[in-house]
């Protein structure tokens, strides 16, 4: 069973503040998913990533992909109040036989406080 | 409109009853989820169709079965339910021609079972 592993599980920090979210895995991923679920709702794709290396912006989040494809983060500047949320990153695995699974991570609840 | 619909949002019920959560979808996705998520755990999946005629277990399918009724329509059931299967259950579809299979998730059914 593959592991993905969030750090921190429970973040809460003052709006302007920067943070840095962490998930780490001993498996290779083809591909790494990130998405944000607020209370109520379903979670939504912000980003994937699928190169090792590979960085990517969405406004003032910056995703990264591990060189070895085991790990990724997520580093919020400058945090809002609207950036409160669930946040989960998913492993893709496509094995050499054309199974894929997806793994979900522990998920990192963040708290912006105005 | 969602694009996929979950019902019922809420529900409440005694040990030992039967229970159906149904999903809807107007993705046009051929691919359709049922994930279910406790705090701490993310998001563990419980069955998965890759299409009408195809269905397949996840990681946590005991005590669950499911039915995909047309490429739109995927219900989860929990033939008598137990206390330990309360939790946020979670329908997903996603396509098959896209290669990091992103999910696109419903907005939930908050299950309690007493």
């Known amino acids: 069973t593959q592991l993905l592993e969030q750090s921190p599980q429970f973040l809460s920090i003052q709006e302007g503040e920067n943070l840095t979210v962490y998930c780490n895995s001993s498996s290779v991923f083809s591909s790494l998913q990130w998405y944000r679920q607020e209370p109520g709702e379903g979670p939504v794709l912000l980003v994937t990533v699928v190169t090792g290396g590979e960085v990517k912006k969405l406004k003032r989040l910056t995703f990264q992909f591990g060189d070895a494809r085991k790990d990724s983060s997520l580093h919020i500047t400058a945090a809002q109040p609207g950036d409160t949320g669930l946040y989960l990153c998913?492993?893709?695995?496509?094995?050499?036989?054309?199974?894929?699974?997806?793994?979900f991570g522990t998920g990192t609840r963040l708290t912006i406080i105005p | 409109d969602a694009d996929v619909t979950q019902t019922p949002r809420n529900r409440i019920t005694k040990t030992g009853k039967r229970i159906m959560l149904e999903c809807s979808q107007t993705k046009g996705h051929d691919r359709m989820y049922w994930y279910r998520q406790d705090p701490g755990l993310g998001l563990r999946l419980i069955y998965y169709s890759f299409d009408v005629k195809d269905i397949n277990k996840g990681e946590i399918s005991d005590g669950y079965s499911v039915s995909r009724q047309a490429q739109a329509k995927f219900s989860l059931s929990l033939e008598s339910a137990i206390p330990n299967q309360t939790a946020l259950y979670f329908c997903?579809?996603?396509?098959?021609?896209?290669?990091?299979?992103?999910?696109?998730f419903g907005d939930g059914t908050r299950l309690s079972i007493l």
């Open positions: 997903a579809t996603s396509d098959s021609r896209t290669e990091t299979q992103p999910q696109h």
């Open positions: 998913a492993g893709l695995v496509i094995s050499n036989f054309g199974n894929e699974k997806l793994t």
